[in-house]
């Protein structure tokens, strides 16, 4: 074999190692990354069951403090709006017509929409679904629309 | 001369890239010479070497890999951090949570564990063959002296991270150790609730064993361990100085070779009697760049994919969560220890204090009191058969010492043979 | 100008080969690293549930679906618990696959709407790893290093006992029986046992054994309690036949009470037809079982006459309290030839051998022997069930089972059983034969069938070493003790009444009928009646309220008592005018509603329950109107129906059975009428 072709079949030899190698390479770092996402989280769940409906007597308005939410039983069925101002995180009061905030003066309308203040965007509305037991489960990672209503 | 905008922005690029390489890819000697002293991670390696310690024989690389797998387990060791709660019983959980539920948090677990077995073992044959080629030897006096500290801190590592899972295995392993070191004179007890952080071992000693594990027992092995390859660069390799070319001429070498010439930029004015490049025969020296490096790269990767391959075959141990009303029997020092916690087992004071602290002062006298020349950078050279055999036996014993620990005792501490 | 040269030396092939399969290795190994991760088991399974999902069609489900993925965690701090079962059982809390394949399937029962997963987790009832998302390493199999893999069903009830502490809890029979069966058995003298603190268990007094017991009886007992009763509670402390020479020696030394004077008796003209009337009469079959039938309050009476000495029975039958002061047995009024009478029936029906010559108490005089006998006595700890005075109670003789289940299986000696190294195989085997595991063991043999030593150790595992948090553990508070004082506590002592009614739960549950609301059930002059001659007013009750051969006073006593204090005030003060147009109402209702099914009036009806003829002269009004309104408040899983009554129509039945009994006619138009 001519030194041209030892060189050749040597480089060639070489990147099939480059190759394996950075590809393997490349591949742990993508393994590195997918290691640091966390797949559980030691943390209250974000969904999770606020009672029967019958809890809820029908026209009522039931804010839940520790879960920070306004939940409706209106005419065409059970909502729930987050209290917590998107301005900076208060919680918003529930008054005759929509909500208004104590920290900075937004006010909402019953929909959450800005009426008027600092606010930048809406009320946020949640996932309100029935569990197989009859149960009210509220979902915080399933925002929806104001038109949402959940009948029983 | 107007150029496209291929060739400005080629160019542009280019001059992107010089601005953080300084050198570009290596194609002529000059070249090849000067990225060894212009990247700050590169200049470790000498602008040269010898040709004859490439062989895999000259140090079977062990410091090497020793090295590699310090790194290894430093990145595992961080990744882990992330998920690892030092704080029992949270500690345990958190282990099970690795295990379970953290993406490839089993295979990074098993790794750090097994490489930090590894780096015991392996840093114990460095020194054996450091010994074996009398490379310990004037002017790698202190060097060897650095190599004794690198070794002790190797197992206070691997002692401080043992603790950590927090589970039978770990915490009694801990409890024999420290009340090993309790039998040192005077100080033993004193010693023992230092390392406990109490009279027991709880919360405070597995933060104080995590803080040392994981910042400053690496800190030093960092510090000494740069101390210890800068020696090896200074000193230059044993391999290398065997194969010298004979007493520097005065008229002859002057013509070939002209003294002092070397154009690496260094700044100090270094005395260097010996082993220095240009003594060497200069026909007998290639290139770090690539010749030196493509083999360490050829090591790092034979180490990677070895430990791999042990990581997805042997699942690292864990028992059931540490409970200090219930011992198991019997109950073992982490291996590299049982040597001695079998000499304990008949004379905690011989076996546990003595033996160790002669040991640790024969290896760190050693190279002050043979200062014999002979035989420096040779394999088992007849020169030395007095000192090597002495050392080898020491090491038989040491090494079947441990075994008959690991294998040969069981419940009680009583004789079993292993296929029982 | 380069001074060195250059090596002709890109590196040997060799090197670039090694290269090429180093990389090329790593990169198959890391592969198979990701695709490891990617084929999990879990992922798998819920693969299948999503396929399942589709195959049930509830709307719900289906956008429920979107939520499949991903691992499933259920974080309870308080309990130390992180519980990742749902990953798999994704079904679990979904009636709608009740017949799927597991694991897919829902949970059995209703235990998820009684004990919400997102409350109490998986493990805390079933054991196993929860932290683990594979089915091997959760444990449902035992694993290596796994103190708690899952429990099997049949003994999940011991994980109901952790944070049910009460004695007898809701829908856990078998703890429920282990427990009593604890109860019962009295380990709760020789061990310490969480939850059965300040329940006293105890043997006869050891005081007058001298004057009671015959010599030769005693010795067979101490050495096989079970060859005299088999349903001993005593177990066979395993002893000697030197320890028990000189424990009998030391137990027959004790005379503290000098039976009765019954010098008077004429022993021979004891009648024993009369006993056996009187036996009958007393019922005291209720709490003493013979030939096999009967109660267990007290010792079984089929051998009584190889047991026990004339005039100590006799003396006995007359004041029971005088030498057993807490003894449940009441004191009878009978008079002493009644008592010969039945003295000597007991003696002479319950014997083996017929009527023997008793020799007479000898006097025991070998000090040494007595000593011996006391040594022994204390050694094994007699004291803890038998009270002796002059004998200290030094404390529990046997080890404390606080923690019993978590205790160190590798600690604990097995003797030679091939059984697996667990806490509750070694509380099993030492029910059944405490001597035989190894090490040398004071307990007694008590004989357990294996089924009762499995509830038992059932019952005892639930004894677990880490407290719970307060807000998991349901205890009810124990009954707080009725102790009357004045004359009334005092007939209450003389006639136990407390052994078989209850007064605020606390009491004995012999008699189906608690005393506190008695006086607003019951007619007064009704209870005199009944106190001084229990007639039966159930045909198909075996246990009875015995002949007590009251004085009229003490019954008017009792009367009085009960009728001003054991009220109800919601049944006090019941209209009880009512019109003729009532009664008639209420008869035909009886008629409607098909009373006569299980009551009996006149001659015609049922047997289940009690006989109506004589309700006015019973049970008043406002009692009658309250059972029929709402029957399971006052008893619950009684067999009267709850038929829904408006209070009209209660009233109108109320009338019908008030006037039922008191003047005659209306039993016979009951009897006619259709």
């Known amino acids: ?152 | 001369m107007s150029q496209t905008l291929g060739q400005r922005t080629a160019s542009w690029l280019n001059a992107v890239g010089r601005s953080v390489w300084r050198i570009g890819w290596p194609v002529t000697d000059k070249d090849r010479a000067a990225v060894m002293i212009s990247s700050i991670f590169l200049h470790i390696h000498p602008a040269r070497v010898s040709r004859h310690v490439l062989r895999p024989s000259a140090t079977l690389a062990l410091g090497l890999i020793s090295g590699i797998l310090f790194v290894v387990l430093s990145v595992t060791g961080l990744a882990l951090m992330l998920y690892y709660v030092p704080y029992p019983p949270e500690a345990y959980r958190s282990m099970k949570d690795l295990q379970f539920v953290v993406t490839f948090g089993v295979v990074l677990r098993n790794m750090h564990r097994w490489s930090a077995h590894g780096m015991v073992v392996v840093v114990f044959l460095h020194m054996c063959r450091v010994f074996w080629t009398g490379s310990y030897k004037a002017p790698r006096e202190f060097n060897w002296v650095v190599g004794v500290m690198l070794l002790l801190l190797t197992l206070a590592l691997s002692f401080t991270g043992y603790l950590l899972p927090w589970d039978q295995l770990a915490y009694w392993a801990i409890t024999v150790g420290t009340n090993i070191a309790a039998y040192a004179p005077l100080v033993g007890d004193r010693l023992k609730f230092l390392m406990l952080g109490g009279h027991f071992i709880g919360p405070m000693t597995l933060l104080r064993f995590y803080v040392l594990h994981c910042v400053m027992l690496p800190l030093l092995m960092l510090i000494l361990v740069s101390l210890h390859v800068w020696r090896v660069r200074k000193d230059g390799l044993s391999g290398a100085e065997v194969h010298r070319a004979p007493a520097e001429p005065a008229e002859e070498a002057a013509g070939l070779f002209p003294a002092s010439t070397k154009t690496h930029g260094l700044m100090a004015l270094s005395r260097r009697p010996r082993a220095s490049v240009e003594a060497r025969d200069p026909n007998d020296e290639v290139f770090a760049w690539p010749h030196l490096l493509f083999r360490e790269l050829l090591v790092a990767l034979a180490v990677v994919v070895v430990l791999h391959v042990v990581s997805l075959v042997f699942m690292a141990p864990l028992e059931e969560m540490a409970d200090p009303t219930r011992t198991p029997n019997p109950a073992k020092a982490p291996w590299y220890f049982l040597g001695l916690q079998e000499l304990v087992h008949y004379s905690a004071l011989v076996g546990g204090v003595v033996v160790p602290t002669l040991i640790v002062a024969a290896l760190v006298s050693l190279p002050y009191f043979d200062r014999r020349r002979a035989g420096i950078g040779r394999w088992f050279a007849p020169e030395r058969r007095i000192a090597n055999t002495i050392f080898t036996v020491l090491v038989i014993i040491s090494v079947g010492l441990t075994i008959i620990g690991t294998l040969f005792r069981g419940p009680n501490w009583a004789w079993v043979w292993p296929w029982n | 100008m380069g001074v060195a040269v250059e090596l002709k030396s890109t590196a040997p092939v060799r090197l670039h080969v090694a290269f090429a399969c180093l990389g090329l290795a790593f990169l198959i190994i890391f592969s198979w690293v990701l695709f490891h991760e990617e084929t999990a088991e879990w992922r798998t399974t819920q693969a299948q549930f999503a396929r399942l999902e589709g195959t049930v069609k509830n709307p719900h489900q289906l956008a429920e679906s979107a939520r499949v993925g991903g691992l499933r965690q259920i974080w309870l701090p308080e309990l130390g618990r992180v519980d990742r079962c749902g990953t798999c059982h994704l079904g679990i809390d979904d009636p709608a696959f009740a017949t799927a394949p597991q694991p897919h399937r829902t949970h059995s029962g209703a235990w998820l709407t009684t004990h919400p997963p997102d409350r109490f987790g998986c493990t805390a009832c079933h054991d196993g790893e929860g932290q683990a998302t594979d089915y091997r390493n959760a444990a449902h199999q035992p694993q290596p290093f796994v103190t708690r893999p899952m429990r099997p069903l049949e003994t999940i009830e011991a994980n109901c006992g952790t944070c049910h502490r009460s004695i007898d809890p809701l829908d856990a029979p078998r703890l429920a029986e282990g427990r009593r069966l604890i109860i019962e058995s009295g380990c709760f003298s020789c061990h310490d046992i969480p939850g059965f603190e300040g329940l006293t268990f105890r043997g006869p007094a050891l005081d007058s054994l001298g004057y009671k017991v015959l010599p030769d009886w005693l010795a067979s007992w101490l050495e096989d309690p079970k060859s005299y009763l088999e349903q001993s509670k005593m177990g066979n402390f395993r002893l000697s036949a030197d320890e028990i020479a000189s424990l009998q020696g030391f137990l027959l030394s004790q005379r503290a009470q000098v039976p009765l004077d019954s010098t008077g008796v004429d022993w021979k003209r004891a009648d024993t037809r009369n006993g056996r009337a009187l036996f009958g009469e007393m019922r005291c079959v209720s709490c003493h079982a013979v030939n096999g039938r009967g109660g267990t309050m007290g010792p079984e009476l089929t051998r009584i006459g190889d047991k026990i000495r004339r005039n100590w029975l006799f003396s006995y039958l007359k004041d029971p309290h005088r030498v057993q002061p807490d003894t449940p047995m009441l004191q009878y009024r009978l008079n002493d030839e009644e008592l010969r009478d039945l003295t000597a029936f007991l003696l002479e029906e319950y014997s083996s051998a017929g009527a023997v010559a008793e020799p007479p108490p000898a006097a025991y005089q070998d000090a040494r022997a007595i000593a011996a006998g006391r040594a022994v006595f204390e050694r094994r700890g007699c004291i803890s069930c038998h009270r002796l005075p002059g004998i200290e109670d030094s404390g529990r003789v046997g080890p404390s089972l606080a923690g019993v289940a978590d205790r160190d299986p590798d600690e604990l000696p097995y003797g030679s059983e091939i059984v697996r190294h667990t806490a509750e195989n070694y509380i099993f085997l030492k029910l059944l034969m405490p001597d035989a595991l190894g090490l040398p063991s004071s307990m007694p043999t008590f004989g357990f069938t294996p089924a009762d030593a499995a509830r038992m150790t059932l019952a005892l595992a639930s004894l677990r070493k880490a407290d719970l948090p307060a807000s998991y553990v349901l205890k009810p508070p124990p009954p707080k003790p009725y102790r009357p004082a004045g004359r009334f506590g005092e007939l209450m002592s003389r006639y136990r009444c407390l052994s078989c009614h209850s007064v605020g739960g606390f009491g004995g549950d012999l008699s189906t009928v608690p005393l506190d609301r008695i006086g607003s059930q019951l007619i007064r002059d009704y209870i005199v009646t009944y106190l001084l001659n229990p007639g039966a007013v159930r045909v198909s009750v075996e246990a009875r309220m015995p002949v007590f051969h009251m004085q009229p006073d003490e019954a008017n006593a009792f009367a009085d008592y009960l009728s001003t204090v054991f009220l109800d005030d919601s049944m006090e003060g019941y209209d009880a005018s009512f019109t003729a147009a009532d009664a008639r109402r209420g008869q035909e209702l009886y008629l409607q509603l098909g009373c006569a099914a299980c009551h009996q009036l006149g001659t015609t009806g049922g047997y289940v329950g009690p006989e109506l003829s004589t309700t006015g002269t019973r049970l008043k009004p406002g009692w009658i109107a309250a059972w029929l309104t709402t029957p399971s408040v006052y008893r619950p899983g009684t067999l009267q129906p709850d038929y829904g009554l408006s209070s009209a129509d209660a009233r109108a039945l109320t009338a019908y059975l008030s006037g039922l009994g008191r003047s005659g006619q209306a039993t016979a138009s009951a009897g006619g009428a259709r």
């Open chain 1, 1 to 152: 074999m001519t030194e041209d072709r030892i060189d050749l079949q040597r480089r060639r030899i070489f990147a099939v190692g480059c190759f394996g190698t950075g590809a393997a390479t490349a591949g742990f770092l993508a393994a590195t990354f997918r290691f640091l996402v966390p797949n559980v989280l030691y943390e209250p769940s974000r969904r999770f069951d606020i009672g029967s409906p019958a809890e809820f007597p029908y026209g009522s308005v039931t804010f839940l403090p520790d879960r920070r939410l306004y939940v409706f039983n209106s005419a065409d069925g059970f909502y729930a709006v987050s209290s917590e101002c998107p301005h900076l995180g208060c919680n918003v009061r529930h008054a005759a017509s929509g909500f208004e905030c104590p920290c900075h003066g937004s006010r909402f309308d019953e929909n959450g929409r800005v009426v008027q203040g600092p606010a930048p965007q809406p009320l946020a509305w949640y996932a309100v679904s029935l569990s197989p037991r009859q149960q009210l489960i509220v979902d915080l990672d399933q925002t929806v629309g104001p038109e949402f209503r959940l009948r029983v």
